[in-house]
């Protein structure tokens, strides 16, 4: 495989949703992705922050894992079709928004005061659709189209807040249904929530890269090939998912960078009428709004940053921090476990992780039974118990599904790489996210690594993580193959004269360790850390009232927390 999870290259190790329910053993859909690294190419942070809270008190037996994880798998992937589903009338009694009439950059008039035809959404929100320029270079040339729902204030409407669940790949407009709910009552009295879905991916004129049944073996792949040929041929498939995007998806796979999707946020600011845009981003969604802030400090209004990505990273050193992350989250995890009368992995956590490195060993060697004629792969192992690690309520159903694994059935860990990506029964995906995410990583850190520098960095990685660290390692060579050349990297960020920008970090996050939360604050002019001692990703949908409380306070009020401040 390649790169990302970088938190997901694949980044694998990334992305990262919340009226949606639970995976069966309540395996947060929305909290599953690395962010930028993890292994094999990039499929990383996915997917965000916020879990469901519908079913607490259910507790499937593992007999029933199949069933219940696959009929809560559709449930989940289907509240994106109602949010989406009606762009048909006219929304009576909405106030629109006005457009602002100044303040465009140079050359992009048209697109920063173009009509908006606003329509109700079954949502209850009010949907529309903006246009905007391929590259923004040349302004003149093709445009795609971007989604958005927005969600009224409960009061009289003075701010809106823009959401983004992380990723990338993941949808915002999906977000934002959640978060209208989550956000606190003295925030939404006066703030409309708005969802843009960034450019290729949800309903924003979504990339098409690869048919889902070569998906299927990308994803089943080796995470860290052994031998040349196995080498080769990771690299290759990798490399096919660029191709593909670009013969399906024309100019627009050359042009779903991170800055460009940025720019994107700041044409909808003004549509919607806001001189200053307010921002809630999680796992990747902190990357996006920290662009926007280095691009345009003096339109940042009140921003939060939760479960931070470190741009300041390269590929190796991004791998390595998820390397990091995620084998700290393990390790609390078997902490865990072994206190239980059933535990799968023991009475010793030391061993009970050597035990779960051997099980990788031997699928690499030999993969189970999995889902009909599915076998359970390390490559879909890695994704299936990477998936339980972004939130401690999934522990429970990792021990079940480790259980299974061992006595030789692979279903539920087969189930739950399917989670990470998406995937539904029928073999059909319900989003791009699992692809997209490699675009968007590899224009935004175009890869110029070599497999020996790789090769030299992997015994760190494996001391570091014996689970998790060669698939790691390997998943930071991905973008070197990335067929799309990339016009718009990331930028140094500093955001010099942005106002206060809190970025939130915890502890023990998998995807997004706890020390990107603390480096981006530095980075940032203006960053203001806030801290939950906890385990999962991201903070804010973590039940914790402390980080809740002061969240709300600063997105409803502007009372700043106070540097330093731990939950």
Not at 275 to 280: E, H, P, S, V, Y
Not at 318 to 333: D, I, P, V
Not at 384 to 390: D, E, F, R
Not at 405 to 421: C, P, R, T
Request: aromatic share 8%; net charge negative.
């Amino acid at each position: 495989m390649h790169q990302r999870c970088r938190a997901g290259q694949r980044r694998r190790g990334r992305r990262h949703p919340r009226d949606r329910p639970h995976v069966d053993a309540r395996v947060d859909h929305r909290r599953y992705r690395c962010h930028r690294r993890l292994p094999g190419g990039p499929h990383g942070q996915r997917r965000p922050p916020s879990r469901s809270r519908a079913h607490d008190d259910w507790t499937p037996p593992v007999t029933r894992a199949r069933t219940t994880l696959l009929i809560a798998t559709v449930l989940a992937l289907l509240v994106g079709v109602t949010v989406y589903a009606a762009y048909a009338t006219r929304s009576p009694g909405f106030d629109e928004p006005t457009p602002l009439k100044a303040g465009a950059p140079k050359g992009l008039s048209s697109f920063y005061t173009q009509d908006l035809a606003w329509s109700d959404c079954k949502t209850g929100g009010h949907c529309a659709t903006v246009t905007v320029p391929v590259d923004y270079a040349d302004p003149s040339g093709e445009t795609t189209k971007l989604r958005l729902v927005l969600y009224p204030a409960t009061g009289e409407s003075t701010r809106s807040i823009f959401v983004n669940p992380g990723g990338p790949g993941g949808s915002a407009i999906d977000y934002a249904g959640e978060m209208k709910n989550d956000l606190g009552d003295d925030v939404r009295e006066s703030a409309d929530v708005i969802g843009v879905d960034p450019r290729g991916v949800g309903l924003s004129s979504p990339l098409t890269c690869l048919p889902a049944k070569k998906f299927d073996a990308y994803a089943a792949s080796d995470p860290d090939p052994d031998d040349p040929a196995e080498v080769e041929a990771s690299r290759a498939a990798f490399a096919s998912i660029g191709t593909a995007c670009e013969a399906n998806s024309g100019a627009l796979a050359a042009h779903v960078s991170t800055v460009e999707a940025a720019r994107d946020m700041d044409v909808v600011r003004a549509l919607v009428g806001r001189t200053k845009l307010d921002w809630f981003g999680a796992s990747y969604g902190t990357e996006l709004g920290a662009v926007y802030a280095e691009l345009f400090p003096d339109k940042v209004g009140r921003m939060v940053l939760d479960g931070a990505v470190d741009p300041s990273l390269d590929a190796v050193e991004s791998s390595y921090a998820q390397a990091e992350g995620f084998q700290r989250a393990l390790a609390a995890y078997a902490a865990d476990c072994v206190t239980s009368e059933k535990c799968p992995i023991g009475t010793d956590a030391e061993a009970g992780i050597a035990k779960i490195s051997t099980l990788m060993d031997q699928l690499d060697a030999e993969p189970l039974p999995g889902v009909g004629d599915r076998k359970l792969t390390e490559g879909l192992a890695f994704f299936g118990i990477a998936v339980t690690l972004y939130d401690k309520q999934s522990w429970p159903y990792l021990s079940q599904a480790l259980d299974a694994a061992f006595k030789g059935d692979g279903s539920v860990l087969v189930q739950f790489s399917d989670v990470y990506f998406d995937r539904k029964p029928d073999g059909s995906y319900g989003s791009n996210s699992g692809q997209v995410i490699s675009a968007i990583n590899c224009l935004d850190s175009p890869g110029g690594l070599t497999l020996a520098d790789v090769e030299k960095q992997t015994p760190r990685f494996v001391k570091t993580s014996p689970v998790f660290g060669r698939a790691l390692a390997f998943g930071a060579l991905g973008c070197s193959d990335w067929p799309i050349k990339s016009a718009n990297p990331l930028p140094t960020i500093e955001a010099k004269g942005a106002p206060p920008i809190v970025v939130v970090g915890t502890t023990r996050d998998p995807a997004t360790p706890y020390e990107s939360a603390e480096a981006l604050a530095q980075q940032l002019d203006s960053g203001v850390l806030l801290t939950r001692d906890g385990d999962g990703h991201t903070a804010y949908a973590s039940g914790n009232t402390c980080i809740k409380k002061a969240v709300d306070g600063y997105l409803a009020r502007g009372a700043v927390p106070k540097a330093g401040t731990t939950c």
